[in-house]
């Protein structure tokens, strides 16, 4: 399964171009991203694909800008994210206040202008976590692959005897 980020964000259209940026910068680096609306599921609220999304993640990008801070919704996507131990990046636009579990977060800072050099730390961060997930899976694989062929072996053991 590859290493999906679920976006957290305010719904309007001064955020979305960022949204969509940050998204296709995440599939062009072969990771998934989740964003809620993207996933239509017939007879879901938002609040189950919002969990559902949230759980089948990796990590939680939260896009903060001041339209995010204004969102009741986005606290709870962000206290549910915490609730589920999952990986949470804030993404601050500068100048916007911050509060509760984000505060205390380390954080990455970024101008509209010069979004560049904070995509750059952010994939890399990310590509960092995937690379990490990626060798973990390897690692359970070849378990797994070992002990299959050892039960193999004592199998045909048995067959001897």
Do not use: C
């Amino acid at each position: 399964m590859p290493y999906t980020v679920f976006i957290s964000h305010a719904v309007g259209p001064d955020d979305y171009p960022l949204v969509v940026t940050i998204a296709n910068l995440i599939y062009q680096n072969g990771m998934q991203a989740f964003v809620a609306e993207w996933n239509w599921q017939a007879g879901a609220t938002v609040a189950q694909k919002v969990e559902s999304q949230i759980e089948a993640s990796d990590a939680v990008l939260a896009i903060i800008t001041p339209n995010y801070t204004r969102a009741s919704f986005a606290n709870q996507e962000i206290g549910y994210a915490y609730a589920k131990k999952k990986l949470i990046i804030p993404l601050i636009e500068a100048g916007t206040n911050v509060s509760g579990f984000l505060y205390i977060q380390d954080k990455l800072e970024f101008n509209r202008t010069s979004f560049v050099q904070t995509a750059r730390s952010l994939l890399a961060f990310l590509n960092e976590k995937k690379l990490k997930k990626e060798n973990e899976q390897a690692l359970a694989n070849l378990v797994l692959l070992g002990l299959g062929i050892w039960i193999l072996n004592e199998m045909s053991k048995e067959k001897v005897k």
